[in-house]
Structure formats: structure tokens, C-alpha cells
């Protein structure tokens, strides 16, 4: 029998509170794409910082080719021929590519030849794989899915053979995804090992050659993509039936909510990225904008809720005129906003659970009377969004920091929905979220606009636009060229338009 490349056997991890991996056995051919698959929470960040030595496991052996080794930090890790690409990104935003690839690396000399060698072996690679980089840019001035590629090179760099690669479609554009894994598979045909963590079912499909599916820390089996499928995978994770087809009612449209007219908006560098923008968000509706990332939807959410000022234009809101840069009297005015960068402007990752899942009314009534805050009441409402949302938690108390990613993403969601709003702004609001969280969400958004509220969606997800919105802006190089009802609006007309060409 061939040996696998990769073995781990019997993998316990206790965090307080939890039994984040319980017992778990996992091993990689040689060559294999091997997805990792599981609800939020349930164990796949954590098992994979233990192979690449963030985290040492409370039981459990790893194998390397057959021999038994211990990994006890990542540079153990590297040298066993393991890399990791995280999540959130580890580059230096203001330092050069190479600077970035060299960054922790026993050189002996810093002179100019090693920088030199450096710069050719990233030419070299870069070459091999098609990832067109230049080892003189710096960090910031690439866009996401080149960042990532970055942290490929890195990987390969130091002569890994075996990736690991948490959920790094997330970030990524269709297009990007697609030369992602044009990626993978030249590294698997190489005889590349790649452990790929997604929560898109329909990637994991495409990309694997197999699938283990974690679920509360335990390891519950693997397939083939032959024999399985998109239900089955969901029901494997969650435990029962997934409604992954979101159903609704049509739409009863009301008054206007939002009124946006020829709004003009530059970014932090003085660019103009939202150029001339009119929509109207109304009452029982949900108008969902489609786009590309980086067409100017980020800054045109950033002006409707008062976090970058607007150059021309104008905002009504019920009636009432906003003015830009003023989260505060956003907020007051009934407007719920689920940010796309849930860690920067979501949450306060260093405060409890509790404290995030409140941030935007402890100063009101009921849970702040005359200037004091109430914590029973407080932490009465932390405890029954806990439950609803099913955020997993080891209680209201853990600092939100230690939450796997979806559940961060859980309690901005669940703060926001749970307010009484006019408006909610929901930017990529699944994102990062087990297939069980984004069927429930879908129906908490639906059931927002359904209570005559008006919903703006924002989404690089085609499925989730399709599926929410009742309208839908197709946003183009800071422009909306289209505006269409659902009716009208197939996956290729939208396709086309995200890419400029007008139907
Ligand atoms: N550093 C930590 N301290 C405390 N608890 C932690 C820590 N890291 C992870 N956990 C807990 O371990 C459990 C598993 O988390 P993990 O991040 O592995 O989940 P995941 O499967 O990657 O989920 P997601 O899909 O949301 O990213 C969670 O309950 C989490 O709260
Ligand atoms: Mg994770």
C-alpha cells in the first residue's frame, strides 16, 4: 500500500470551554487536492494550526511520509515541507513583494546578491505558474487575489510540498477563483499536496480530489465528488436536510427608504470611484447591487453610512438628508449596516461576545438607563441572539477574538438584524458562513424586507444576488449601467454586464 504523504491520527485540541478537535484522523495522498469541510466552529482552523505548529495539540500523532514528527512551530513546519496560507493575510502591507517572501528567513547575508537571488527564484516562479508578479511592488498596491498569490509564492519558496489553504476563495472574485485553481491543479500535477478549506460547495465539487467533513470537532467521514453531492455534503456538515434554495414571497414594494441621487464619491487616495450613482431602496424591497469587487461598491456603502464623506449628490433617508460621515446619526436613523470587513469595522475583536453583540444600542434604553448600564438586561439579549443565531460560543463572556471566523461573522449579523431598523445594508453578509448559517440568514434578510423594511444587499456572489434581490444594480467602474428586475435577470446577462459589456 502507498503511504500517504500526510497522517494525523487521533488529534485532540481543548480550548476552554471547548473540544475544538476530538479525536481526529486525517490523512493526504500525495498529489491530492483534500478539501476540509465543516460548519463554523467546527474545527478546521484549528486542526490545521496544529499541523503547521501555531498550536500544539493535547493528543495526537502527525506523520510525515510514515515517520512520526513533532511540530512545534512553523518553522518546524516549513522544514517538514508545510506552508500555510491563512485567512487574514500575514504580508506587510508597506513592504516590497520580495521583502514580504524573505520576511523570517535564516539568510546568512542581507547583501544585494542574496536580494538579487531572491528576486529571480520569485521570477522563476512566478514564471512557472502564471502568476505574473513583480517581486518590486509593494504589498498595498496589489489587489487581494495577487496579495494571496504572494502568500503562495511564499509557501513554495521555502520548498513546501504541502499546502494548506484556509478558505482562500472568500476574498476572491469568480474570475480570481478560476485562476486560483488553475493554480492548484499545475501544483497537483507536480505532485503538490493541497488541503483546501471552503464553504462553497460548489468549488469543494470541482477542486477535489477528496472530501473530509468535520462536524463539532470530530471527523465524520470522507468522499469522492463522484459519489456525493451538494445536498449530501450539506446535510454530512449540518447533521439534517439544508434548504440550500432560498424561497420567498413577491414582492409588496412600499414608499421610498433610501433615496440616492447622482452621488459622487473619491477614495482615501482622491479618486473618483462611485461616479454619478442613482437608486431607490424601497419599503418590502430588496435591491441587491452586483458587481465585481473594487467597481466602487465598498465606497458607496462607506458614504451611506457615514464613513467616508461624499463629494456630490444626495442622500435622503425617510425624508431626512444625510450629510456624510456621521456613523452615529446613521445608525439613529434605523439604519443597520453589516460591514464587508467584519474584523475592521464590525467588531471589537478584544471585547466579550456580549459587548459586540450590543455595540450599536448599549446606550440606549433598555440596556443603558440614566448614563449606567443594566448588565442583566444586557446580557440577557447576548444570550438569546446566541441561541437564535446559533453562534458557537463558549459563552457570552469569551473574548471574540478566540470565535472561528464564521461565528465573528455570526454576531454582526445577529446585532444588526436584531435592532429595529428602516434600513439594512448588508455587504457580502454570508461571507465566511457555513451552508446551515447562510440558509438562515437568507431567511432573516428575506424576513426584514417582508416586515416593509427596505434592504440594500451588496454581494460578489451571483447565487446570493439571484436568489435575495427583487431588484438588481449592476455596478460598473463606479457607474450602476443597469438596472433590472429579477424577472429579467439571468446569471449570463448579469455576467455580462459585471464585465462592462451593456445588454
Ligand atoms: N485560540 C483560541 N482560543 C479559544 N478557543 C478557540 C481558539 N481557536 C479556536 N477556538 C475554538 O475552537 C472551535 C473551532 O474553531 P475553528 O476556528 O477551528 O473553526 P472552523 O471550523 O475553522 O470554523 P469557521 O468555518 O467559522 O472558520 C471554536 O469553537 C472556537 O471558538
Ligand atoms: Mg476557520
Redesign the pocket.
Given at each position: 500500500m502507498k503511504t500517504d504523504i500526510l497522517s494525523l491520527q487521533g488529534i485532540v485540541?481543548i480550548?476552554?470551554g471547548?473540544l475544538?478537535n476530538d479525536h481526529i484522523d486525517f490523512s493526504l495522498g500525495k498529489g491530492e487536492i483534500h478539501s476540509l469541510l465543516?460548519?463554523?466552529?467546527?474545527?478546521?482552523?484549528?486542526?490545521m494550526?496544529i499541523l503547521y505548529g501555531l498550536?500544539t495539540p493535547d493528543e495526537g500523532e502527525i506523520y510525515i511520509n510514515g515517520r512520526k514528527v513533532q511540530i512545534k512551530n512553523p518553522s518546524d513546519a516549513l522544514s517538514l515541507g508545510i506552508g500555510m496560507v491563512h485567512?487574514h493575510f500575514m504580508l506587510i502591507p508597506i513592504m516590497s513583494v520580495t521583502e514580504n517572501i524573505m520576511l523570517g528567513m535564516e539568510t546568512k547575508k542581507i547583501g544585494m546578491l542574496d536580494t538579487e537571488k531572491a528576486k529571480n527564484r520569485i521570477r522563476e516562479l512566478s514564471g512557472q505558474y502564471k502568476f505574473n508578479l513583480d517581486p518590486d511592488d509593494l504589498i498595498k498596491d496589489l489587489p487581494i487575489g495577487t496579495q494571496q498569490r504572494v502568500e503562495i509564492i511564499k509557501a513554495l519558496y521555502r520548498e513546501a510540498n504541502i499546502l494548506i489553504l484556509?478558505?482562500p476563495t472568500s476574498v476572491l472574485t469568480p474570475q480570481e477563483t478560476e485562476e486560483l485553481f488553475a493554480i492548484l491543479r499545475s501544483l497537483k500535477d507536480e505532485g503538490k499536496s493541497i488541503i483546501f478549506?471552503s464553504?462553497k460547495l460548489k468549488e469543494v465539487l470541482s477542486i477535489s480530489d477528496k472530501i473530509t467533513v468535520?462536524r463539532d470537532?470530530r471527523s465524520i467521514g470522507s468522499v469522492t465528488p463522484e459519489n456525493t453531492s451538494e445536498q449530501e455534503l450539506a446535510s454530512m456538515m449540518v447533521g439534517r436536510e439544508v434548504i440550500l434554495k432560498v424561497e420567498k414571497n413577491v414582492m409588496k414594494r412600499g414608499a421610498p427608504v433610501l433615496q440616492v441621487k447622482d452621488l459622487e464619491v473619491n477614495d482615501q487616495r482622491g479618486a473618483k470611484v462611485v461616479d454619478s450613482i442613482s437608486f431607490t431602496v424601497n419599503e418590502g424591497e430588496i435591491f441587491g447591487i452586483a458587481g465585481v469587487q473594487g467597481n466602487g461598491q465598498t465606497e458607496l456603502i462607506q458614504a451611506l453610512t457615514g464613513l467616508l464623506p461624499f463629494q456630490n449628490g444626495e442622500v435622503v433617508m425617510k425624508g431626512v438628508k444625510l450629510t456624510g460621515e456621521d456613523p452615529r446619526k446613521v445608525t439613529l436613523l434605523g439604519i443597520a449596516h453589516i460591514p464587508e470587513d467584519r474584523q475592521k469595522y464590525g467588531l471589537v475583536l478584544q471585547y466579550p461576545v456580549r459587548d459586540n453583540l450590543i455595540l450599536c444600542s448599549y446606550y440606549a434604553e433598555p440596556f443603558s438607563k440614566r448614563g449606567i448600564l443594566d448588565y442583566p438586561v444586557i446580557s440577557e439579549k447576548a444570550s438569546r441572539l446566541i441561541e437564535e443565531y446559533d453562534i458557537?460560543?463558549?459563552g457570552i463572556n469569551?473574548v471574540t477574538e478566540?470565535?472561528?471566523?464564521?461565528?465573528q461573522q455570526k454576531i454582526v449579523v445577529a446585532r444588526e438584524l436584531a435592532r429595529d431598523i428602516n434600513l439594512l445594508i448588508a455587504s457580502q453578509p454570508t461571507r465566511?458562513l457555513?451552508v446551515g448559517s447562510v440558509e438562515y440568514i437568507h431567511k432573516k434578510i428575506i424576513e426584514t424586507r417582508d416586515a416593509r423594511r427596505g434592504v440594500l444587499l451588496v454581494s460578489s456572489e451571483l447565487d446570493e444576488i439571484m436568489s435575495l434581490a427583487d431588484t438588481i444594480g449592476v455596478i460598473y467602474k463606479g457607474k450602476i449601467i443597469k438596472t433590472l428586475n429579477i424577472e429579467e435577470a439571468t446569471k449570463e446577462k448579469l455576467g455580462l454586464l459585471m464585465a462592462g459589456v451593456n445588454v
Open positions: 485540541k480550548f476552554p471547548v475544538a465543516g460548519e463554523n466552529g467546527a474545527g478546521k482552523t484549528s486542526l494550526n498550536y485567512q484556509d478558505e478549506i464553504h468535520l470537532g458557537r460560543t463558549p469569551t478566540t470565535l472561528s471566523g464564521g461565528n465566511g457555513d
